[in-house]
């Protein structure tokens, strides 16, 4: 998978390192100086491109016809609106994320401007407090514009029936895949011999519905 992402800030480079470890193919745009420094310290220098992320020109030079997804993530909504429908009607980008500052702005980053999903750290941050108060263990990170999937953390429990058991035995919803496994600062793409340790933090994909189930699986037990 081809990625471009466009905001070089922690954020933009948090996801570069991500998606790096998973093999993906990756650029990141920022023109500020210190940032592009910082960049080249922690990413390989040919992954970093310098120019403005709403630059149909930028944006060309990094293969962005090839590009499988991109995502705007700079601290500027105008910049990630206008980089965010420049991709999807410029250049035909299958999938657009965009990165909601302001939550009063959100209802600019809707299909009609290009954008497939529209991340609201407020709205975000509502929902972790949420599905804190429902679950003890499982987080929902982003519920998806269509259906009733969404990406979900949880975190495995010390008591939980999933611990020191590899994911091959364990009963994993039919509708619910396993993303990521967050160890400490390692991070782990989850196979059928990946061990589940306590502590572990389980970034995942499914329905809503799976949601019992799987906090079932990995959170404390239920009284």
Excluded at 6 to 33: F, M, Q, W
Excluded at 116 to 142: C, H, P, S, W, Y
Excluded at 155 to 177: E, Y
């Amino acid at each position: 998978m081809k990625v471009i992402i466009i905001g070089g800030g922690k954020t933009g480079s948090y996801i570069a390192e991500l998606l790096l470890k998973s093999n993906c193919t990756v650029k990141i745009i920022d023109n500020r100086e210190t940032v592009l420094d910082r960049l080249r310290n922690e990413h390989p220098a040919d992954i970093i491109i310098a120019g403005s992320g709403s630059d149909p020109s930028v944006l060309e030079a990094c293969g962005i016809m090839d590009a499988d997804a991109v995502a705007a993530v700079t601290g500027s909504d105008e910049i990630n609106l206008v980089a965010s429908t420049i991709a999807k009607y410029e250049f035909n980008v299958p999938r657009v994320i965009a990165r909601v500052n302001n939550p009063k702005n959100a209802w600019l980053f809707s299909h009609e401007m290009g954008v497939d999903v529209g991340l609201n750290q407020a709205d975000l941050m509502a929902r972790l407090v949420v599905e804190e108060m429902d679950f003890k263990n499982i987080f929902t990170l982003l519920a998806l514009d269509h259906g009733d999937y969404s990406i979900f953390q949880v975190m495995v429990d010390k008591n939980a029936q999933a611990v020191n058991r590899t994911i091959k035995q364990l009963s994993i919803p039919h509708d619910t895949v396993l993303i990521t496994v967050f160890r400490g600062g390692e991070v782990i793409i989850p196979r059928g011999d990946t061990e589940i340790i306590t502590g572990d933090k389980i970034l995942a994909f499914g329905n809503v519905s799976s949601h019992d189930a799987v906090n079932r699986l990995f959170g404390a037990p239920q009284a």
